[in-house]
């Protein structure tokens, strides 16, 4: 497992921007995901970014959200951008060494290590 650690916490209005940070520590990961989870609701994929860089995105964040990596700081970044309401969540972090095709890589259940989380807050 890896251990993670998230930053970049913060409330915004609607149409602001956020970027979060999740730093990595040693390890070995095929991927890393940003995940979000709103009270009362499941835990879901936001992004993903595979070691060599193909990301993918959930239809709900493609074209506003922006994933990327930087290996040298083994740290993954998360620009958020015409953020909604429906964007408030606590955002984690999470990584894994299976090898995944790009849609699966938006399933939690993959993953295996996680950080502990930082809050979004979009109002309206």
């Known amino acids: 497992q890896v251990q993670l650690q998230e930053s970049g916490e913060g409330s915004v209005q609607a149409g602001g921007s956020l970027r979060l940070s999740c730093a990595a520590g040693?390890?070995?990961?095929?991927?890393m995901g940003w995940f979000r989870q709103a009270p009362g609701k499941e835990r879901e994929g936001v992004a993903a970014?595979?070691?060599?860089?193909?990301?993918t995105y959930a239809t709900s964040t493609e074209g506003r959200f922006t994933i990327s990596q930087d290996l040298a700081k083994n740290t993954m970044y998360l620009q958020m951008a015409s953020l909604k309401p429906g964007d408030t969540a606590m955002y984690y972090c999470?990584?894994?060494?299976?090898?995944?095709?790009?849609?699966?890589?938006?399933?939690?259940?993959?993953?295996?290590?996680w950080g502990q989380g930082t809050q979004v807050t979009v109002s309206s």
């Open positions: 999470a990584a894994t060494a299976r090898a995944l095709d790009p849609p699966l890589a938006l399933s939690a259940i993959y993953y295996n290590s």
């Open positions: 040693r390890g070995t990961s095929s991927w």
């Open positions: 970014i595979r070691s060599d860089g193909v990301p």
